[in-house]
């Protein structure tokens, strides 16, 4: 049984910084392609970003040159840097791999 764990969520200014992390346990065979969603009130989940095991990345147009996605395959885990963050980054951010999701943390954007 595979679980994500994300951490790194909070309360931001605009402008701001944070860095989501999500770490996965249990029964992993080889790596798989990670990804960041997020999912505002009264909207739909929406993808981030996406990281294969090779380190190729995707990004949805309104966090490009802001959001960075990374991993470390030895520790089976998952990064977002996101920077310049504005109040429309505010959502749930979820860890998706290995065709699990992990419990959600909260990201807050306000001055």
């Known amino acids: 049984q595979v679980q994500l764990v994300e951490s790194g969520g909070g309360l931001v200014q605009p402008g701001g910084s944070l860095r989501l992390s999500c770490a996965a346990s249990?029964?992993?065979?080889?790596?798989?392609?990670m990804a960041w969603y997020r999912q505002a009130p009264g909207k739909q989940r929406e993808l981030v970003a996406s990281i294969t095991s090779g380190g190729l990345t995707t990004y949805v147009d309104s966090v490009k040159g802001r959001f960075i996605i990374s991993r470390d395959n030895t520790k089976k885990a998952v990064y977002l840097q996101m920077n310049s963050l504005k109040p429309e980054d505010t959502a749930v951010y979820y860890c998706?791999?290995?065709?699990?999701w992990g419990q959600g943390t909260q990201v807050t954007v306000s001055s």
């Open positions: 249990g029964s992993i065979f080889g790596p798989s392609t």
């Open positions: 998706n791999g290995y065709n699990k």
